[in-house]
């Protein structure tokens, strides 16, 4: 973490940035299918939980 010192004597911290990645084609299909199959499992289980709820009151 890199720490300057204001005139005042006040302590200003500022994270390090990450490296940057450069991707390929191929692993943006593989990003696109895993937000895919998370946006359906998600939705999978809304929908379970919207049931289960109905069925419980």
Do not use: Y
Not at 1 to 19: H, I, S, W, Y
Not at 22 to 50: F, W
């Amino acid at each position: 973490m890199q720490v300057t010192t204001e005139d005042g004597g006040l302590l200003n911290a500022f994270a390090k940035e990450p490296r940057m990645e450069v991707m390929d084609q191929n692993a943006s299909r593989d990003r696109n299918r895993s937000s895919l199959m998370m946006l359906i499992g998600g939705s999978i289980l809304v929908t379970g939980l919207i049931a289960i709820s109905v069925v419980i009151s």
